[in-house]
């Protein structure tokens, strides 16, 4: 995620109060806070994945399977280029 600290912490602060997550302390470092998906957020995203592959399979069904396979590594040269320069900026 491209995010600050701000806003992941906002973003942190919204899932626990939609008790998607929870905060725990580390045992082993005090400092430190431990994230945990719970119940809920499992629910959650379970839903939102097979909505996800529902749209997606829709969406591609004109593509035929040599078609998928190449946008696929189309998406992965794309996505390594921009992780890439993800790292070299940070």
């Known amino acids: 995620l ?16 939609k008790k998607l ?3 725990t302390s580390d045992p082993v470092d005090a400092r430190a806070t ?14 939102l994945l097979k909505e996800v592959v529902r749209r997606s399979e829709t969406e ?3 593509l035929s399977g040599e078609e998928l396979r190449q946008l696929n590594d189309l998406l992965e040269r794309l ?4 992780l890439g320069l ?5």
Request: hydrophobic share 40%; net charge positive; glycine share 4%.
């Open 60 to 62: 591609l069904a004109p």
């Open 34 to 47: 431990m994230i945990h998906v719970t119940g809920k957020g499992h629910m959650v995203h379970d839903r």
């Open 79 to 82: 996505t390594e280029h921009n």
């Open 21 to 23: 997550i929870k905060r």
């Open 2 to 17: 491209a995010m600050d600290k701000s806003q992941l912490s906002r973003l942190i602060k919204s899932l626990v109060a």
């Open 86 to 90: 993800l790292h070299k900026h940070c």
